[in-house]
Structures are given as C-alpha cells and as structure tokens.
C-alpha cells in the first residue's frame, strides 16, 4: 500500500517525533514505522532521556509510554510542559483502566492507544496529532475564525478575545475551531468526538466534558460566557450578551 501524502514542516524539513518506550524492541518497531513516513525519529527509554531528548530536539509530537523505569510518562509530560514544550502528545499505556486513560488527558496529553496496538493505528493517531498542532504543512490552512469577540487564526493558531491571547494545546485548538466553525449551533458529543478525535472513544463522552472544562477556564474565565452546555443535548459556542 502507498503511504499517504507526506507530511512536513512548514519550512519543508521532515517532521520530527520522539518515541519514548522502555521495551526497545517497540521503540525500534514504532521508529521503523514512522521513519516510513518520512519523519525525523529519535528515541528514549526512560523519564530522564525522554526530557532531555525532547530538550535538544524540538519534537513535533511525542510518542509516551505511560510506564518507565524511573518516573512515570505523566511525569515526563509535567516536566516537557515546564520547559514550555506544548508539543503534541500521543500515550501509550497497557492498562485497560477508564481511570488511567483519562488521568494521561487530564495531565496534558492529547490522545492515547492502549497496548497491544498496530502501527497503522498509531500512525493514522499521529498524524492527525500533528496536523492538529499546526507544526504540518498544509495547503488549507490559512482562515481567520471570528465569533464575537473571539478570534482563531487556522494559519498561525494564535487565539484571542477581546485582544487577550489564549494559550491552547492542539486538541483544546481543534475543539474550539470546531465550535467557532459551528456557532450557534448545538454539537453533541457524539459529534464533537467524531471531528476532534476521529474515532469512537468507547463511549467515554467524558473526555468530551473534561476538554470542554479546560476550554472554558481558557476562553471564559472572568468573562461572559461563550460556551454553554445544553443539557441532554451537547455544547453551543455563541457570542457573549
């Protein structure tokens, strides 16, 4: 099968990711895959490598075992998030847990797969990970979303209101450009899951919940509220007054 069409960076050079995993064996397997794609791959096999790695090279997303040696991947994503690094990231975790899923989002991360998984399925994950976080070159990009006082720009993903800039990660971003594309219109989760996330989360529409919450400490805190919950039905974003 021919590999999709090649993703970069805006300035044409490969797209680079860490894969960070104590079992080497899946670390190699999962390089081998992704530098199938064309991307800059390095690797790590504890906390202490992994933040270091993520340091020097400048990732555009990171693969993160939940599990290593010496602290755990919801650690890892702590201290990148402390160095400024809001670069996208997808966990890997082999318990089956709701708790430990959600508990990977809740620190910051923006998707996970569960162990075993295949490599079609972490690279399609992957590379909408990093689309979402504008690091890709793409032709689309390029609009400026507006609804009230709120502002996206699809081009550079600065987000305003009222003139104060946001700070999103890329999954808070994709969920707001979701919403700003759609206002007044009322999303239900089953939506809203199926455009951030493209995939079925098994029915965990809490996730959908708690990244709404994340949105409004972001976009509505001391302000009128733009985000609103309608109740058995979904979410509506509409300008404030």
């Known amino acids: 099968m021919l590999p999709m069409q090649q993703l970069t960076r805006p300035d044409g050079t490969p797209v680079r990711v860490l894969v960070v995993d104590d079992e ?22 504890n906390g ?44 890997l975790t082999a318990k089956d847990a709701v708790e430990d899923r959600i508990a990977g989002l809740t620190a910051g991360g923006d998707d996970y797969v569960t162990k075993p998984f295949s490599l079609e399925e972490v690279v399609a994950r992957l590379r909408g990970l990093i689309r979402r976080g504008g690091t890709a070159a793409q032709a689309d990009a390029g609009n400026m979303l507006v609804v009230g006082d709120l502002t996206l720009d699809e081009d550079s993903h600065e987000v305003h209101r009222a003139g ?35 995939y079925d989360f098994g029915g965990q529409a ?30 509506v974003l509409k300008p404030a007054g």
């Open 24 to 45: 080497v064996n899946i670390a190699e397997l999962l390089s081998m895959a992704l530098r199938y794609e064309g991307w800059d791959l390095q690797m790590a096999h």
């Open 48 to 91: 202490t490598d992994a933040v270091a790695t993520a340091r020097d090279f400048r990732p555009d997303a990171v693969v993160l075992d939940i599990m290593l040696p010496d602290f755990d991947g919801l650690e890892v994503l702590r201290r990148m998030r402390a160095d400024g690094n809001d670069v996208p990231v997808l966990f």
């Open 164 to 198: 104060d800039e946001i700070s999103l990660t890329a999954t808070e971003f994709e969920l707001l450009r979701f919403l700003m594309r759609n206002p007044r219109r009322v999303l239900s989760k089953a939506q809203i899951l199926d455009r951030v996330w493209q």
């Open 206 to 235: 809490n996730v959908v919940e708690l990244y709404i919450s994340y949105l409004r400490k972001k976009v509505d805190a001391g302000r009128e509220p733009m985000i609103h919950t309608m109740r058995g039905a979904g979410y």
